[in-house]
């Protein structure tokens, strides 16, 4: 039973994981939809602070799955984990590289009171914050579910 406390650490982190990151993306989108700019620049301000926390916990909580299913003779190479491994690493390269930057760049041209910030939200903000939220009801479906496994 020694990976009971891998898979706890597991959860824990990857929750931690999730708050960080989608929990300003959510109120960011609120903010954005109620046109309160104030607001939004300084969610984007926490988010562009708390985002900085999601790789390191994104890589224990990974190091925490990585122990759960070593010690508990999980294979590693299990279809529903190779999906797991897929869609975590499409969820980082989509968070890095469209929205943490997308949000923080909002999030400054709201606090800079720019003519175009109310441009730069349009439905792409909806899109990102959906699209995240997609990403991880797969990684959990696919955790629950354990497709082909």
């Known amino acids: 039973m020694l990976h009971s406390p891998f898979l706890f650490l597991h959860i824990v982190t990857m929750f931690a994981l999730v708050a960080f990151h989608s929990g ?6 609120a903010a954005a939809r109620t046109g309160q700019k104030s607001a939004l620049g300084s969610i984007a301000g926490l988010y562009e602070r708390t985002g900085r926390a999601v790789p390191p916990l994104g890589i224990l909580g990974a190091l925490f799955g990585i122990a759960t299913g070593l ?66 009801v797969l990684i959990i479906a696919d955790m629950v579910v354990k497709p082909f496994g």
């Open 71 to 136: 010690t508990g003779g999980f294979n590693l190479l299990a279809p529903w984990l190779l999906i797991a491994y897929a869609l975590f690493v499409l969820l980082v390269v989509y968070g890095g590289m469209v929205s943490y930057p997308y949000i923080v760049r909002i999030g400054e041209a709201a606090r800079e009171d720019r003519p175009n910030w109310e441009q730069l939200i349009g439905r792409r903000l909806t899109v990102i914050v959906t699209s995240d939220a997609l990403l991880l």
């Open 24 to 29: 300003p993306q959510i109120l960011a989108l």
